[in-house]
């Protein structure tokens, strides 16, 4: 065989067998590497097992315990099952997330909408149609006006005004209510928030007119001055002032008052005239002498 040949099988050999043993090395180092970092603690969290929505209490069915590094438990979050139980939902809470503390009202605030009206508000319910309720776009969260379409006292005709704006709708949805005979018929309801003066004014209005929703955007916060709209002026007439009342049928014209003229007053005198005056200067001393009447 030829030793040149087998030199270099040789030498190939030896080569193959260093970067084996190099590799080797290093993946052993790599292991032990792996092997001595510490694991990670470990820490139960509330999950929620089905969706949660606004308004129901939570129930034992409704949440199950999960497992959580504890470097990234959130903050609000919750351990045991017991601390969420029979508490409110003020947020929607999707299925698998972690139940916290922010989403959640006190436990015996309330059912329904009670936990998520803010302190010192109210929630009013009016019944509208499939037209005024701007035919089920009325959703919650959005903002709408309030228009009233009515008579007044003044007595000047149908009127409409808007005495309420940038009004949050908390819920939207039909209710049972019965009719004229009795008989239960759905009725088209939606839930304001309002300040307790401004519950009087929608009630009052639910009452006495007709109400109307106008969707406004959310974004815009501004209040207008809105003087309202007769009913003349759908046909080009002019809006007309109220007449005051008056106890007669017919008006009795009014005595044009006598108009007296003073006497001409004389002017007064004018005032006499300045007397002369000389300037005297002698050397460093300067005097004024008056020359005329009572002057030297």
Known sequence: MDRRFITVLGVSLLF?????SVFYQMTARA???????????????VLAAKP??????????????????????????????EEVIDRPVISNILMDEA?????????????????????????VTVRVNDVSGISGFVLPGMRVDVLVTGNPPSGNGTVTVTPLQNMLVLSAGTAIQADARGQAIQAATVTLLATPE?????????????????????????????????VA????????????????????PRKRPVETVAAPVAPPPPPPPPPDQIIVIRGTQKSVEVVGLGGK
């Open 99 to 123: 139940v916290l503390d922010g989403r959640l009202a006190a436990r015996g605030s309330g059912l329904g909408l009670a936990p998520i009206i803010p302190v010192g508000m109210r929630a």
């Open 233 to 252: 002026e759908l046909y080009g007439a002019a809006a007309q002032a109220p007449k005051p009342s008056s106890g007669n049928s017919e008006a009795r």
């Open 16 to 20: 193959a067998l260093v970067i084996s």
């Open 198 to 230: 401004q519950s009087e004014m929608l009630t009052l209005a639910n009452g006495e007119g007709r109400i109307q929703l106008v969707l406004r955007n959310g974004s815009d916060q501004s209040i207008e001055k809105i003087r309202g709209s007769h």
């Open 31 to 45: 292991g032990n590497a792996k092997k001595a970092e510490p694991p990670q603690e470990m820490r139960d969290i």
């Open 52 to 81: 949660l929505s606004v308004g129901m209490n939570v129930k034992p069915t409704d949440v199950r315990v999960g497992k959580i590094p504890v470097s990234v438990f959130p903050k609000g979050g919750f351990s045991k099952p």
